[in-house]
């Protein structure tokens, strides 16, 4: 299969009442076993790219491998650009064939990032990406983009019905409570003012700083309204700690595939156990 784009999927898990699992992937593992994860659960998947990823990897390696992972399962798969800054950024990444893209405008006014989503919706749609965007402000750190506490702030439910209705946009990420990297304690979510925000938007709900929210949050977050739930830490966590143990059980092995072929394995059971967390296994 091709790739996908994100609101074909959405539009799906809204109707079935479950969340489709967007995964990070910086490099082949983690893109190999996002895929093969997919597969085993017979699940929808997405596969998204954050700024550092494409610093990382480069934007034609991403794409050339989720096309790849894309078209060797027999699931519905999608590449979706993570926390873009700019409109340039959003043209790229549409252009190296990413099937959606988020236009990330919190830090600005929210009559700036009306516009600048507005203008991300005007040129993705014709060309069938969908566009995710966000309103509040999500704390915590994801590669280059740092929040603190004292800037994040929830999204504003009546702003959320303003964003919406101006911008067009397929799905909506909001802050509630969650963060970007590893929590300090037990994250607590709003979820009086996510019910409220659905209510209002009636579009699919997107919850990052997924990695660390306890089961039965992700679980009520999905119940009202949470379509997309990304997670990045938690696969960095699996990954590495199965390289460290390697590493450490084997100090002269030079072979990286006896490293990172268990650190892949890892990243497969990790995201296996959340596409059934989402209840997203066996709806592709
Ligand atoms: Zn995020």
Redesign the pocket.
């Known amino acids: 299969m091709g790739l996908v784009p994100v609101s074909d999927l959405l539009k799906a898990a809204d109707a079935g009442g479950y969340a489709v699992g967007a995964f990070n992937c910086n490099n082949m593992e983690i893109v190999q076993a996002i895929a093969a994860a997919a597969e085993a659960e017979r699940a929808p998947v997405i596969m998204q790219a954050s700024q550092g990823a494409i610093k990382y990897a480069g934007i034609e390696y991403i794409t050339a491998m989720a096309k790849t992972a894309a078209s060797l399962v027999n699931v519905p798969v999608a590449l979706h650009l ?2 873009g800054t700019s409109f340039e950024q959003v043209m790229q990444c549409i252009r190296a064939g990413f099937s959606s893209v988020m236009i990330d405008g919190s830090k600005h006014s929210l009559e700036d990032n009306i516009a600048l989503t507005k203008q991300v919706v005007a040129a993705a749609r014709p060309v069938g990406v969908s566009v995710e965007a966000e309103l509040g402000k ?1 704390g915590g750190t ?1 590669d280059d983009i740092h929040v603190n506490e004292a800037d994040a702030f929830f999204t504003d439910p009546e702003e959320a019905r303003v964003f919406v209705r101006e911008t067009g946009v397929d799905a909506l ?1 909001v802050a509630i409570g969650t963060a ?1 990297g590893r929590y300090k304690g037990e994250p607590k979510l709003d979820f009086a003012r996510l019910e409220k925000i659905r209510s209002l938007v009636n579009i699919p709900i997107v919850l ?2 997924s990695s660390g929210v306890p089961g039965d949050a992700i679980r009520e977050a999905i119940r009202l309204g949470v379509r997309k739930v ?1 997670i990045d830490t938690n696969i960095r966590e699996a990954f590495v700690d199965r390289c460290r143990e390697i590493i450490a059980a084997y100090p002269d092995e030079i072979d990286p595939r006896k490293i990172l072929g268990p650190a892949r394995e890892a990243a497969v059971e990790l995201i296996r156990e959340k596409i059934r967390l989402f209840g997203s296994s066996g709806k592709a």
């Open positions: 993570d926390h999500i994801e990420a970007h990052h700083g990304n």
